[in-house]
Structure formats: C-alpha cells, structure tokens
C-alpha cells in the first residue's frame, strides 16, 4: 500500500558525508511519521531519527550535532544527511513510514559502510 524507495547509501571514510533519501508513494495519509532506523549485523534494529509531517524531528543520541533529519511533503520524501561518519555508523540504513497504530511501513534497506 505504501512503497518506499531509498538511494544514497555507499562506502565512505571516516570522517566523511552521505546523505541519504527516501521517496514514499502509494497510498499516503498527510499526517505521518516519517524516519530512519539502522541494524549492524548480528544486532538489533535502532533508532536513528524520525521527522513528523509537521517537522518535528527527534533524535537518538549517538548521532545527535551529526545527523539531520529533514522532509518535502510535496514530494513524500525523507532525508538524512549524515555528517563526520564513525565506523560505529556503518549498517544497512532503513527508511519507516507510520501513521495510526498499526500502519508501519520499510524501505528495503541502504547499506553505508565507513571505513577506518
């Protein structure tokens, strides 16, 4: 019901930027959480940062002063720029989708990997 398409994802060294987008399309409802999560391999998925329809954003702490969340309503897309990467960033990067309760949507994943 809700595509999401990601792009942006590569290998950077440490120290270095990407940033990340996300396009959704299908059917969209206009009020919406829209975020990233991560999951290195062998750990769980986390939480990186969300963006909300009227842009409040939220982040976890370990890339708070990095990361920037931000969003093109008009467009249904999501963008996380990603500043003075650590090896610690590196996992496969996951675009959400969510409004109501039950209505959660992914992207099919972007990998970033920063070398050291």
């Known amino acids: 019901q809700v595509q999401l398409v990601e792009s942006g994802g590569g290998l950077v060294q440490a120290g270095g930027s990407l940033r990340l987008s996300c396009a959704a399309s299908?059917?969209?409802?206009?009020?919406?959480?829209m975020g990233w999560y991560r999951q290195a391999p062998g750990k769980q998925r986390e939480f990186v940062a969300t963006?909300?329809?009227?842009?409040?954003?939220n982040y976890a702490d370990s890339v708070k002063g990095r990361f920037t969340i931000s969003r093109a309503n008009v467009l249904n897309t999501v963008y996380l720029q990603m500043n003075s990467l650590k090896p610690e960033d590196t996992a496969v990067y996951y675009c959400?989708?969510?409004?109501?309760?039950?209505?959660?949507?992914w992207g099919q994943g972007t990998q970033v990997t920063v070398s050291s």
């Open positions: 959400s989708f969510s409004f109501g309760v039950v209505n959660y949507y």
């Open positions: 299908g059917s969209i409802v206009s009020t919406n959480i």
């Open positions: 963006i909300t329809s009227r842009g409040n954003t």
